[in-house]
């Protein structure tokens, strides 16, 4: 596997990028600093509404293990 899609990101930007997933939650993100920040690392587009892209949707299944190891 190629390591291109492995991004550090803080637990509150994998927060708002598990938000993305669901469309109708995509208007109501207020914390607009973490989707600027997801917007500089090319894991979202906002042209008014923030959606995931699909380098995006790639960094979040990669990173679903992390997500494991912090919860636990």
């Known amino acids: 596997m190629s390591n291109d899609i492995d991004f550090d990101l ?37 042209d008014g509404v923030p959606v995931m892209t699909p380098n995006g949707r790639k960094v979040l299944v990669r990173g679903s293990c992390r997500l494991l190891d912090l919860a636990a």
Request: with cysteine; proline share 5%; hydrophobic share 45%.
């Open 10 to 46: 803080s637990p509150d930007q994998w927060e708002v990028l598990k938000a993305l997933r669901n469309p109708v939650s995509n208007g109501r993100l207020s914390k607009a600093y973490l989707i600027e920040s997801l917007v500089k690392l090319g894991l979202v587009v906002c």
